[in-house]
């Protein structure tokens, strides 16, 4: 059985990718080889989703953390819609392809989860978005951070706790290069920023020469 496993997954990963004929937006169908709908495709035109960390860091989105973009990406977390990280990827890159190859990075990494968050999920999103960012970058996905404990989930707390919820929390793996890097990290949203702000602060204190951070959705600012 685990053998059955290990031969079909990437056949079936692969299958997803080449039969897709869904928006992995609004879920309505699209032509074959099209992963968004043309309705959906136009909502996320060419308008720049841009929000800086409580430290300075900018970060770069590609689209709003709201209605069916927001559904796709709970979808994406928690309904094992792996493959919609190369959409998110893809989208990032063609809208932002000037800036990130101004950046330069010398490799891009995501936020880690806690091994218990990893084991319960199977995967971390992050470091799918990571790697696809990585793929279109054509640059390496370094994983150099690692969860050292668990936290309160991000959502359920206020500004000020949501600070305090992140302290400590994350640390450079030892034997890891980071200093001089020029580094991309990546994370599925960006609401207040303490998570992002808290990774590129542990690796600028590990040597890192620039951090730029980039997420598939930035929550909108409360009107
Ligand atoms: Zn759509």
């Not at 060419?46 to 953390?65: D, H, M, Q, V």
């Not at 063609?94 to 995967?123: A, C, M, Q, W």
């Not at 305090?164 to 290069?177: A, D």
Request: net charge positive; proline share 3%.
């Amino acid at each position: 059985m685990q053998i059955y496993k290990i031969i079909t997954k990437p056949i079936r990963y692969i299958l997803s990718y080449l039969y897709h004929g869904e928006c992995v937006f609004c879920a309505d169908e699209t032509e074959l080889w099209h992963y968004i709908c043309d309705d959906c495709k136009n909502k996320i035109s060419e308008k720049e989703y841009t929000a800086i960390t409580p430290n300075g860091f900018l970060c770069l989105s590609a689209f709003e953390y709201r209605e069916q973009f927001k559904n796709s990406v709970l979808r994406f977390k928690f309904g094992g819609h792996r493959e919609y990280s190369r959409t998110y990827a893809s989208i990032v890159f063609d809208k932002y392809r000037d800036r990130l190859e101004h950046f330069n990075p010398d490799f891009i990494t995501s936020v880690p989860l806690s091994e218990k968050s990893f084991k319960k999920r199977g995967y971390n999103q992050a470091e799918l978005l990571a790697k696809d960012i990585a793929f279109f970058c054509k640059k390496p996905y370094n994983k150099v951070l690692s969860k050292i404990r668990d936290n309160e989930i991000q959502h359920d707390l206020n500004k000020e706790l949501r600070k305090q919820n992140v302290k400590n929390v994350y640390e450079v793996i030892s034997g890891t290069e980071i200093s001089g890097k020029r580094i991309i990290i990546c994370d599925d949203i960006i609401t207040t920023g303490w998570t992002l702000n808290e990774c590129a602060e542990s690796l600028k204190a590990a040597g890192a020469d620039d951090v730029l951070c980039i997420t598939a959705a930035k929550t909108p600012l409360p009107h």
